[in-house]
């Protein structure tokens, strides 16, 4: 098996399974891009299987810290480790996130099950290489009727792929699911991602449990499940904003299929925002969960300053004891990060908040401790201190 040898003091000898062009010493073997080759320190030992692209930042991605190749088997029982995992949490099986790369043994391979149909994404040259291969194994393992491929995301061509969207298995439909007792009709070939934003099911949940009685102001609110399940758990009023005409009108519909009352605003969010900053409009509860507003460090300053311009505003508009409840979905803003911008845009409005809780996403969603980046989305709902 080809390899590569690993300089002394590199992350991957700390438990990180990324390889940098800057972390190899040698390459040996002559390894092809999307191979497994093998990783080996300075003394030859052993550290783990690898795939391989020299197109890519990152050269190997660790998945193994054994010997071992690629083969149908091997999707096979890490498809099966995967969802017993979520079983011994009691996710549901058949609405969640049941791959999730490298946090599930499988670099670059994501794959969303909404009831029998499973939509893919195969985001290295690896996985998209022996995508046949995954495709065989999960339909021995999950028995979908349907399997959706969402290889639209731009990070391929970091990998040196093409975009590409299409059916691998079956027939393609809109999907209805219940998330919370609400009602939605998914897209797996075209909708948002992969259909739904399955990261913050247990969020919507939690967000909504302090809508009652409470006036509820939903921003970049996407398929409105923020806003419905605010709507459900019986607030007093909600609106909901959202910028895509396609998307606002999804939320009417979703609205008017579970008979709930939801106002669909379809503008920018910081338009709106500043408009019902000048009308003097108060809200009880504003939840804020943007797009990411950087895919790169380079434009990290830009993404901050955006996000404290949205805070400032929300803020001013919160009355009294008033809650926002308030994400970031990059994975190059750090908790840390947000959460200093939170400070200073609180500073900014005058404003002291308490927080009331931490937001994460979802356990199908599994976050390693060796490899931050499985960690992207953080939230907090805040509550505005009196007198402060």
């Known amino acids: ?7 002394p003091r590199s992350r991957l000898l700390h438990g990180h399974d990324w390889v940098y062009s800057s972390d190899v010493t040698k390459v040996f073997g002559e390894p092809s891009d999307g191979d497994v080759v093998s990783l080996k320190d300075g003394k030859d030992r052993m550290l783990g299987s690898a795939i391989y692209n020299s197109r890519s930042q990152i050269v190997a991605r660790r ?17 099966g480790h995967a969802m017993a995992y979520r079983c011994r949490y009691a996710i549901d099986p058949r609405l969640c996130r049941l791959l999730w790369s490298e946090s599930d043994g499988l670099p670059g391979v994501i794959v969303d099950r909404y009831g029998d149909c499973l939509v893919l994404q195969t985001l290295t040259l690896a996985m998209d290489q022996r995508k046949a291969l995954l495709v065989e194994a999960l ?11 969402r290889n639209d995301a731009p990070i391929r061509r970091a990998e040196g792929m093409e975009l590409a969207s299409g059916v691998l298995l079956g027939e393609a439909s809109l999907v209805e699911i219940d998330v919370g007792g609400v009602k939605f009709e998914v897209d797996p070939l075209h909708g948002q991602k992969t259909g739904f934003y399955l990261d913050q099911i247990e969020n919507y949940r939690q967000v909504a ?5 409470r006036r509820v102001l939903d921003c970049f609110s996407n398929h409105g499940a923020f806003a419905l399940a605010c709507a459900k758990a019986g607030a007093a009023a909600v609106t909901a904003v959202e910028i895509s005409a396609e998307g ?3 939320i009417t519909a979703h609205a008017e299929r ?11 969010v910081f338009d709106f925002l500043n408009a019902e ?15 990411s507003f950087t895919k790169n460090r380079e434009k990290l300053h830009d993404a901050l300053r955006g996000y404290k311009e949205i805070h400032l505003r929300a803020l001013k508009l919160l009355s009294p004891h008033g809650l926002l409840a308030t994400f970031s979905c990059s994975h190059h803003i750090s908790a840390a990060l947000f959460a200093e911008m ?17 937001l994460h996403q979802g356990l199908d969603h599994p976050v390693l401790l060796n490899l931050p980046e499985t960690e992207y989305l953080k939230g907090w709902l805040l509550e505005l201190a009196e007198g402060r």
């Open 277 to 291: 900053e000048r009308a003097e409009a108060r809200y009880d509860l504003i939840i804020l969960d943007p797009p």
């Open 139 to 149: 339909v021995e393992t999950v028995q979908p009727r349907t399997i959706v491929e």
């Open 209 to 213: 449990a302090y809508a009652s009685g």
């Open 248 to 250: 606002a009108k999804a």
């Open 63 to 79: 998945f193994s810290r054994q010997r071992q190749g690629l083969d149908v088997d091997f999707f096979k029982r890490r498809i």
């Open 1 to 7: 098996m080809a390899g590569l040898i690993i300089k």
């Open 342 to 358: 939170l400070r200073d845009a609180l500073v900014d409005a005058k404003r002291s908040a308490r927080q009331i809780k931490t």
């Open 258 to 268: 579970n008979g709930l009352a939801v106002r669909v605003i379809e503008a920018n």
